[in-house]
């Protein structure tokens, strides 16, 4: 399979803890974009990376969030102290690195803090 | 917050007919993109148009865009029951790629 990959799929957690997910890009893909989702609403911008830089973090991305792509490959998001505010489809996607591309997506993370 | 702005909000047809779905957005862009979400799981691009183009075709979808209006709409002709989904618009108007997406469309096609 050569689409982007997320995982974990599904996770629940306690509200405080921390939680981490993981992206896959597709292989040749430069850039690489987080997006949350909540119920009913369309995607929202979070941060996006060219290569390992990240370039661009939305206001939506408080202190508690953070964002790696170590190697320019996969990438990491993190929550920490996580609220029940956070309960969200978090998507990510790829694409190459001219902005006139369509972006792929991967299936998301459907994170449940309770 | 979003920049997108669509409607309807939710649509329900019969098969084999045809579904219109508008988008505005706010600011220029460097393009326009289409994406379909069935419930619960990720978002699969369907057609890409740039601001230089008024009209794209892929099978059955049709897409316009007026940047004059700063609107877009999306036709989907003979739907069939698998087009039932949420259709997203997303606006891309900078070179770093990132999507400003609308509230979507609720598609419902009836056999």
């Known amino acids: 399979d050569t689409g982007v990959s997320q995982n974990p799929r599904h996770k629940i957690t306690k509200r405080g803890q921390n939680v981490t997910f993981r992206c896959d890009p597709i292989s040749e893909h430069n850039r690489l974009y987080w997006y949350r989702q909540t119920l009913g609403q369309g995607p929202e911008f979070l941060t996006y990376?060219?290569?390992?830089?990240?370039?661009?973090k939305s206001r939506l991305l408080s202190d508690r969030f953070s964002a790696e792509r170590p190697k320019g490959s996969f990438s990491t998001l993190e929550i920490q102290r996580t609220e029940q505010g956070d309960s969200a489809m978090y998507l990510c996607?790829?694409?190459?690195?001219?902005?006139?591309?369509?972006?792929?997506f991967g299936q998301g993370t459907r994170l449940t803090v309770v | 917050s979003q920049q997108g702005e669509e409607d309807p909000q939710a649509l329900s047809i019969q098969e084999g007919e045809n579904a219109t779905m508008n988008c505005s957005y706010k600011t220029s862009i460097n393009n326009l993109q289409w994406y379909r979400q069935n419930s619960g799981r990720g978002l699969v691009h369907l057609i890409l148009?740039?601001?230089?183009?008024r009209e794209k075709h892929s099978g059955r979808l049709r897409v316009t865009l007026d940047t004059s209006k700063k609107s877009s709409s999306l036709l989907i002709t003979a739907s069939r029951a698998a087009d039932t989904a949420s259709y997203f618009c997303?606006?891309?108007?900078?070179?770093?790629?990132?999507?400003?997406f609308g509230q979507g469309t609720e598609l419902s096609v009836k056999p």
């Open positions: 996607a790829s694409s190459l690195r001219s902005g006139d591309t369509e972006a792929f």
């Open positions: 990376f060219q290569n390992e830089a990240q370039l661009e």
């Open positions: 148009i740039r601001s230089n183009e």
């Open positions: 997303a606006s891309s108007y900078n070179q770093g790629g990132k999507l400003i």
